[in-house]
């Protein structure tokens, strides 16, 4: 099974916003990086392909959503936490509003599936609704999350 995450945001500016400068400025390197990365398999783009900042969360326009799909959770963490994407993320909160709920979720899926943005809401509204389970889940359910996975494909 490969994995799929989405995390959406409500950004405090816009690419001309000074405060934004080190977010736009890096979002098409840090997105080429991501490609580059063993295990990568996929990203959500809009259509210049350069990132997903024009494409809006369903049912709320003012939320940005970033999601991709990897071949494993160790692929997508080294991209996460051992690349300059750390240094981004370190910074999140310069850049977001700070959410009130989870705004970050990962799921399982076939290999070949792309995930649409309702599949992803889906998942992280049923994250929200339910915690963790074999449906929807965060980092720190990780290894739970393995074990289900061997338990449903033994």
Known sequence: MHLAEVNIGRVLGGPDDPRMAD???????V??????????????????????????WPGD?????????????????????????????????????????PSFVL?????????TLDEAKARLDHYRAHGPSEQAFGWADLDEAKAWLERRCA
């Open 107 to 115: 799921w399982w899926v076939e290999p070949g599936h792309i995930p």
């Open 23 to 29: 977010f736009y400025g890096n979002l098409a390197r």
């Open 31 to 56: 997105n080429a990086l991501a490609e580059r990365m063993p295990g990568f398999v996929w990203r959500l783009q809009d259509d210049t392909g350069d990132s997903a900042m024009a494409l809006h």
């Open 61 to 101: 326009p003012t939320m940005s959503v970033n999601m991709s799909v990897w071949e494993s959770a160790e692929a997508l963490g080294r991209f996460v936490f051992q690349t300059v994407h750390r240094n981004i993320y370190a910074r999140k909160h310069d850049f977001f509003e700070a959410p009130d709920r």
